[in-house]
């Protein structure tokens, strides 16, 4: 017996030809999409978010009915000493900081102060994004160290 090759039709070859070049260029679409999102980090205002609309920077869901956000969280002081610019962290963020260089991991962080690794680890997102964002990058653990030791957050004695 011999085998009989089966070839599709030629038209059912163009169709298919077609679904397949449309597929690709989908593919292709999606992909420029994709590299051209931009991501803001917390406590950017993203462009689309306009100042004065009354959403929270980094959290567009989070509509605010009143004010903006209150100064001591998006002001940067100035250390009078050394002339270097310091972020405002809430307290929160100092504390979560201060655990963070005092224990050996963040999930010891979270046990620590009671809360989840991923909300430690927004935290130190938060903090190290307030730091890039008045030109002292901290992308470390090490440069977190040097940027609390120079702001006066910790002393050398209690590390």
């Known amino acids: 017996m011999t085998a009989i090759a089966h070839q599709a039709p030629q038209h059912l070859r163009q169709i298919n030809a077609r679904r397949d070049a449309e597929a ?24 689309q978010n306009q100042p004065g609309l009354g959403l929270r920077a980094g959290h567009p869901h989070l509509h605010r009915v ?31 900081l201060r655990t963070w260089m005092l224990v050996d991991s963040k999930p010891a962080v979270a046990q620590e102060l009671y809360i989840s690794l991923g909300t430690v680890n927004t935290h130190l997102t938060r903090i190290r994004a307030k730091y890039a964002e008045i030109g002292r990058p901290a992308p470390t653990k090490a440069s977190l160290v040097a940027r609390a030791i120079q702001d006066g957050i910790m002393t050398l004695d209690e590390l």
Do not use: D, H
Request: proline letters at 9%; a positive charge; aromatic letters at 0%.
């Open 24 to 47: 690709q260029a989908r593919r292709q679409e999606a992909l420029a999409r994709l590299a051209a999102r931009r991501m803001p980090l917390p406590g950017q205002v993203s462009r």
């Open 66 to 96: 009143a004010s903006p956000m209150p100064a001591s969280e998006t002001a940067v002081t100035t250390e009078a000493s050394t002339g270097r610019a310091k972020p405002n962290l809430t307290s929160r963020e100092v504390e979560v």
